[in-house]
Nanobody, 122 residues
Framework: QVQLVESGGGLVQAGGSLRLSCAAS????????MGWFRQAPGKERDFVAA????????NYADSVKGRFTISRDNAKNTVYLQMNSLKPEDTAVYYC???????????????WGQGTQVTVSS
């Protein structure tokens, strides 16, 4: 059983930056692909970014390409989401998630964190 704890959310002005962290425990972190998702009020949870277990490949939603960067440090059991050029529409609760690797990018994840709030003011 993998436990995931997100941190780093907060209030930032449009155009600013934040870095989210997600610390994993209870499993072998390098055995999992990791993803970030977000859910805005009244909306469904959406995919943001994902990274392979070895960090060699990543995938992004079109809405964040060129602004967000996902990375991981397997020695620290942590995955990061660097968010630059933030927009008010990036406001959401951000969740990290873990899934056992498969041939294509996973659609369904096995483990989820509790989320961290990101609010971008205009």
């Amino acid at each position: 059983q993998v436990q995931l704890v997100e941190s780093g959310g907060g209030l930032v002005q449009a155009g600013g930056s934040l870095r989210l962290s997600c610390a994993a425990s209870g499993g072998t972190f390098s055995n999992y692909d990791m993803g970030w998702f977000r859910q805005a009020p009244g909306k469904e949870r959406d995919f943001v970014a994902a990274i392979r277990w070895n960090g060699f490949s990543s995938n992004y939603a079109d809405s964040v390409k060129g602004r967000f960067t996902i990375s991981r440090d397997n020695a620290k059991n942590t995955v990061y989401l660097q968010m630059n050029s933030l927009k008010p529409e990036d406001t959401a609760v951000y969740y990290c998630a873990a899934v056992s690797p498969r041939a294509s990018w996973a659609q369904v994840y096995d483990y989820w964190g509790q989320g961290t709030q990101v609010t971008v003011s205009s």
